[in-house]
């Protein structure tokens, strides 16, 4: 199955905005097993798109069209897709009536120019947009599917799972298609490879995509049958065996984050945490805190930026800055130690270290971290050798910091 | 002039990784006054690939061609330009010399599928790569210009103005073209287009581009003129024009960003801040520390995330908190206060409020915020009412904060 992409707009082709919906597209149907021969984006103008669309119906089984659909002059797309299709426009009084209502119940003023979206070419399924006022349709010319859908980011991302790709699973014949994204970090995308390389994928329905998202790796399993039962132990033995290999890098599934995983954790043994952070300057309290919820565990979070604020806050003595310096495993610890103490959590989590481009040193280079986690009995610490440059080495250092933590929590051996 | 864009690669049309290259690329053509009729992704395959060329050569002067330039077997865009064209592969003996001296100069083991890279098409004309390995090339094909680039987002950011620009000005004519971008805050879109109607851009050589970036807005003057002399004047008066409708709102200009506007102003001031955060969770100390150097002004942060920890360390009282609320002006005042006495900074700011998505209340909803500044002198405190959802609050919140605070820090009156 091939399905080509066309994105219409001129806030595209000017690079006004940024087009994210073909990426996303592109891999929810790549991880179905649905080829993207070729993506395009082209302005409102209908020879354009009459033009893109004969490209890519001839390389395409089906074709997702975006953008366009709203009540303004400038929206254009169904009535091009209409003349393209050489079909008239109705107007579907059925979904008029739950545009009216969406209106009415949100305490918008109702103009004429609205019932715009409820016209469509003459022959087109509409596709109910479950969280915008357009509609999407899809049309069958000549066994090929042209399904138009809003360009709204949040209204690809909910019509795709919901509505795009049952259509698409129903033209590609009754296979059932099963993924699990297994999320990991801390291995190079080579060793995560040479891991996973007797994986005994032959002879199963699965096949495996690999998605680097800096700093983390997605690996996605996409299991497709005609037997539902057959992908589905085809999925869980493969799953079985991500594991056995790679357990140690592996922080969640699917729609699990880090900040998620370490809120869970927290929450299940009835815990606190609070952070001081030097290099990573408030980050991983920010990812801590984008966790709805994360006030019942987050106690508080110390951005110690000065020696001063490190004395002073966290009780890290002046001499051992003085001996060891800010950016050493001894401040790390006490830091870890301090931020538990001072504030009565049960868990203190801290950073140190250069993260350029001035301040480094021999022996001390931009990129050096130190990171440490105690809970009172037990206290961790492991050093990095970064190489990128600054903001890069905040990321690295909080990803690093919230896995470690994660690990800690989870009372996983290979905390250090 | 009309520039094509078309960008190769199968981990594009697999959505392994998002192009960032297209909407870049369009908007640094887009402000210089040239349109881009249509942007294509294809995978890493002949056939694909040459019919792009003809589909986007049809409809432009030029195409830029990023991505498939590497020494790995996949790498397959210049056989396929080449082939394209009818002409044959030779080794520019010049290129290999200067990648070698790269491979030397890294400590890089050379291995001779790296030669690949010196390879080009008969007539065309290598085109230098500042920051990578591979180079360039630009064609010209019966009048049109193809211009291929490495894919790497750095590389094109780097060989975009460098290279590719000078070389489209060249067949554009010699037009002058200068720009400037002007970069506002906290004014709706509709509120900039009509302070703006009245702007004297007829009879100027000045366009105006209109680039929303959240939470930020970005205007780009370009002004083009075969008199340079013309240009420099007419965008320095539209510029000025801007100015005085659109002060109160400008931040800064082209490469400007609003936490190193902050250090430039603490920097020339001699002033130091600290900053107590509680709805925005440590997200404005990271922006903060994202600036070099910031260590010398930013003394520290406090995530203040419990009632306690606002008391134990910003000296808030239990009675006010009681009383008016954590999230208060009254708290807010006292947290910037507060953080600004303890730490012994210059200046303190503050922020509380509800990310949601529980949490609100009939007279305080989600998205309800306090926002204050103090320098012991004289404090600011402002509220909000925001709508959005808990990562949009933190992210607004954390921009007006910066921005109240560079006002402050200005002198300028319009801080509350």
């Keep these: 199955m091939n399905i080509g992409i066309l994105t219409i707009g001129n806030e595209l082709t000017s690079g006004r905005i940024a087009d994210t919906n073909t990426s996303y597209l592109a891999r929810e149907f790549h991880v179905r097993g649905w080829d993207v021969p070729v993506s395009m984006a082209v302005g409102d103008e209908a020879g354009a798109i009459g033009e893109a669309l004969d490209f890519i119906l001839e390389r395409s089984d089906a074709v997702v069209v975006t953008g366009g659909l709203g009540p303004t002059a400038d929206d254009i797309t169904t009535e091009c897709i209409a003349k393209y299709c050489g079909l008239p426009l109705y107007l579907d009084e059925a979904v008029l009536q739950t545009i009216r209502e969406r209106f009415a119940a949100r305490g918008l003023r109702w103009t004429d120019n609205n019932a715009k979206q409820a016209m469509f070419p003459q022959g087109a399924e509409p596709l109910r947009n479950p969280v915008g006022t357009a509609w ?22 909910r019509m795709t799972p919901e509505v795009l790709v049952p259509l698409f699973e129903q033209k590609a014949g009754k296979t059932y298609i099963l993924t699990k994204t297994i999320k990991l970090f801390g291995l190079a995308e080579a060793l995560i490879d040479s891991a996973l390389a007797d994986l005994p994928l032959a002879g199963t329905t699965v096949s495996l995509g690999f998605y680097p998202r800096f700093p983390e790796n997605h690996l996605v399993l996409t299991a497709r049958s005609a037997d539902r039962a057959r992908a589905e132990a085809d999925l869980a033995l493969i799953g079985k065996g991500v594991v056995e290999r790679l357990s140690r890098n592996i922080f969640g599934y699917d729609e699990d984050t880090l900040e998620g995983m370490i809120g869970a954790l ?19 309290a920010d990812r801590i805190t984008n966790v709805p919820g994360s006030s019942a565990y987050f106690e508080r979070g110390i951005v110690a930026y000065s020696n001063r604020s490190k004395t002073e806050l966290l009780g890290v003595p002046e001499e051992v800055i003085r001996e060891h310096g800010a950016v050493s495993r001894e401040t790390a610890v006490l830091m870890a130690e301090g931020v538990r103490k001072t504030s009565g959590a049960d868990v203190g989590l801290a950073t140190t270290g250069i993260a350029g481009p001035s301040g480094g040193t021999g022996a001390k280079p931009v990129g050096t971290v130190f990171i440490a986690v105690s809970d009172g009995t037990r206290t961790v610490c492991r050093d990095f050798a970064f190489k990128w440059e600054r903001r890069r080495i905040k990321e690295i250092t909080t990803q690093w910091a919230l896995e470690l933590t994660r690990r800690f929590l989870a009372g996983e051996s290979h905390v250090q």
Tied chains: 1, 2.
């Design 136 to 157: 999407g349709y899809v049309l069958n010319r000549g066994g090929k599917l042209i399904a138009v859908v809003p360009g709204v980011p949040m209204e690809v991302k």
């Design 266 to 284: 927290l929450t299940e043994k009835k815990l606190t945490i609070s952070i001081a952070e030097s290099l990573t300057g408030g980050l991983i």
